[in-house]
């Protein structure tokens, strides 16, 4: 089973699609096809020898098809797509020369002379030949492959009012479908250019430091891992990585959507795209070209562009009901009333025309793939990506949102403040009793009491044999053949070693929105810690703003229920629950899940997976730099910014209401033109106007999405 994928530059439409995968169904071997249409690029899924069978088959029904080269190595895959795709001026002139001899041909009917005089019947031909033929080809590929489209409805259309002897409405209806066509294929090109835009081109070259001390201006896509990348003033970084000397403010609003500039030191890391403001560094490679969390972004924007969102498939499945219905219902128009009743066979069949250019469902199945996309770009303008139509689609369904307490609402990074010596030891020791157990943890917790330890400078700790860590509890570890626990009330409580003076004291620390745990031997507790964290700057107006979107808050956290509510007060969190081990949490939001529906949870993304798993959607925060965040996560909201969640449920939320708006004006228009011509009110231009209008109304529509 191979891959190939295919960039093919006259594919815009659905039209377009349904006509490959009808074609391309046909062909023995070919198995799955995966079309992205605002890519204009298509995957092919196959046991075939060599593309040669699907480039002719795609060939046979006109689709200009190239294979594109390894697509996803590109940083920019989806500016190869676009070489020619632009309305040219030749076209536009076609369209023009088009529009004149139609309109002279109306003029010539309207003034006096006959519809069916040689002048006029000329200048309809000049029309439909400068703008026509394009229409009328496809319409024929249609026709011989028996699919249901616009191009065939429109030929139908113009060849039969010809027939009927309706010369300058045949010139109207194409040259109207023409520059319709084309104004569509330059909204279409402005939703790409969205995308496209936040994908910010980074350097082509880098600085990099050479062995023998020299810079050298290098391609950037042959730096290698852990090279020396110069950065001067004004200049984009070109690569992933860590700042090794020099000081400067950068500009990530590329990647994190906030442009104020971010002050970076040794140690800090850097990324692609964006843009150095004022000091010159150095940084070490930690990510080569194509791999940069830049490139990842670009990647999961463009596969949520290539999935279907929910309301797409709806109406998929509707049009394809909906045109064969409408064709029928045109037939039975045509033939019905003069074999049944002797009506006038060209009022009728003119009726019918009317009828069947209005069948034409090509609005509405356009504008959901342009809303969606809009909405995706504006998303990642901001720094949230969304993974999928679908979750920009249902984020309007959240009702409540699950936070997790440590590194989402706090910034997860706590400061020992207390060491209350319980048994008659001096503290020192105790400290370093507990740094040496928790040494070998990675929880926060202990690493603020590794920190506490060691100060300003290192200091020895004990040697620690058979390190155990106690998921929800703390750890264990033997020292000098002792056992010692470090760890939370629930710990002390099974080992059977809490007394009410480590409550007393437990209790003290935890109303001061401090974590406290306690260190403890075989036989007693010899010491509580107090651990600060501090609360984030935006957590509490992040909160705000959720509740104004009418969305309740909930903060899950394995801290104690006492710091759990402190903490949650601080942010103005409705309900707070503490203690929970992290079989629970799946538990509180299964809880959620029954209650309300629909449910959101923020955690850092990498320790709490199983949570944001089993959340309807998942947000990542801070994701920028962790390639794990940005590809398990529904949404990975770029930076630390809490900000970005009711963001992004707004924005769904303005998107489904753009959706709705899209879909009512689509049938409403249609509807509206389908009365008309039942009454026989409809011409054959006005029908075209309002499938044409109809098309860019929703297009511009959903564009407008881009802007907020
Ligand atoms: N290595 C450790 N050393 C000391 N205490 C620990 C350690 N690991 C866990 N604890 C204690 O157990 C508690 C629960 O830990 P857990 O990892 O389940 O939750 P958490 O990560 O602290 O909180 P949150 O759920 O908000 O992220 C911690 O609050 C801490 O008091
Ligand atoms: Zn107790």
Redesign the pocket.
Known sequence: MKQSVFVITNMDCPTEEALIRKRLAALPGVDALTFNLMERRLTVGHALPDERPILDALREIGMQARPAQQARSETCSSCEADRGSAVSAGAWGLVAASGAAAIGAELLAWTGASETTPAVIALALLSIATGGLPTLRKGWIALRTFTLNINFLMSIAVIGAMAIGEWPEAAVVIFLFALAERIETLSLERARNAIRGLMAMTPDTASVRLASGEWHELAAAEVQLGQTVRVRPGERIPLDGDVTAGASAVNQAPITGESIPVEKAPGDAVFAGTVNERGAFEFRVTAIKGDTTLAHIIRAVQEAQGQRAPSQCFIDRFARVYTPAVVLLAVLIAAGPPLVFGAPFQDWSYKALVMLVIACPCALVISTPVTIVSGLAAAARHGILVKGGVHLENGRLIRVVAL????TLTHGRPVMTDVIALAERPADGLLQLAASV?TH?E?P??EA?VAAWHGSERRPLLDVTAFE?L?????KATIDRGLYH???HRLVEELGLCTPRVEAVLERLEREGK?A?VLASEREPLCVLGVADTVRGHSAEAIRELHALGVVSVM????NPTTARAIADAVGIDDARGN???EDKLAAIDDLLARYGTVGMVGDGI?DAPALARASIGFAMGAAGTDTAIETADVALMDDDLRKLPRFIALSRRTAQVLRQNITLALGIKAVFFALALAGQATLWMAVFADMGASLIVVANGLRLLRT
């Open positions: 997790d307490k440590t590194g928790d943890s929880h917790v202990a009491i860590a998921a929800g509890r703390g750890a470090v760890g939370n974590t745990v899950l956290t394995g801290d929970l081990l992290p320790n």
